[in-house]
């Protein structure tokens, strides 16, 4: 592994205080990208994504969201959207799928230098009930998450150490 990316991967926190400074779009553009040049079963890419940047949005998903509070603060979110009706394939495998994209968007939001936490929509009906209202996702289009992003208010966090050697097993249990 480069020293690049293992410093981008095990360096990465969930962060969540924002200076409430506005995202450049050229990042966010490089963040959704890499969202999309995530793995997927067979190649379906069952995802969509909405990327919000409007503060009187992100303020309104604050509101319904017990979790995401810090949206308040967050200069963009992205929330990330299933779309199992894809294919046989997406309908089997589209958290699954969805969540390599999201991770690859946290993974994306570190190397642009900004901070990000993952905050989670499905399966909680009233979540995604409040998403579906304000940013009008179709019924057929299953939001995963909510990824608040944004300039880090103080320090970076520093991440955890959370290697588990009694959880490694190698060639059988």
């Not at 890419?45 to 992100?58: D, H, I, M, N, Q």
């Not at 939001?109 to 499905?122: F, N, R, S």
């Not at 979540?127 to 103080?154: C, F, M, Q, W, Y």
Request: hydrophobic share 50%; with cysteine.
């Amino acid at each position: 592994m480069t020293d690049f990316v293992s410093k981008i991967i095990l360096g990465r926190a969930s962060v969540r205080k924002f200076t409430g400074e506005a995202v450049p779009a050229e990042k966010l553009d490089a963040i959704v990208r890499a969202g999309f040049a995530a793995p997927s079963a067979v190649d379906v890419r069952p995802w969509a994504f909405v990327v919000v940047t409007e503060r009187a949005k992100l303020d309104e998903l604050a509101a319904g969201l017990p979790y995401a509070k810090m949206l308040t603060k967050a200069g963009a979110a992205i929330i990330v959207c299933g779309l199992p009706g894809k294919s046989s394939f997406a309908k089997l495998f589209w958290q699954e799928d969805c969540s390599a994209a999201a991770e690859n968007i946290l993974l994306a939001a570190k190397a642009e230098g900004l901070g990000a936490v993952w905050t989670a929509v499905y399966p909680d009906p009233e979540r995604i009930k409040h998403l579906r209202a304000v940013l009008g996702i179709p019924s057929d289009v299953e939001p995963l998450n909510v990824i608040p992003i944004g300039i880090t208010e103080g320090a970076y966090p520093a991440a955890k150490d959370k290697f588990d050697k009694t959880a490694l097993h190698y060639n059988s249990w």
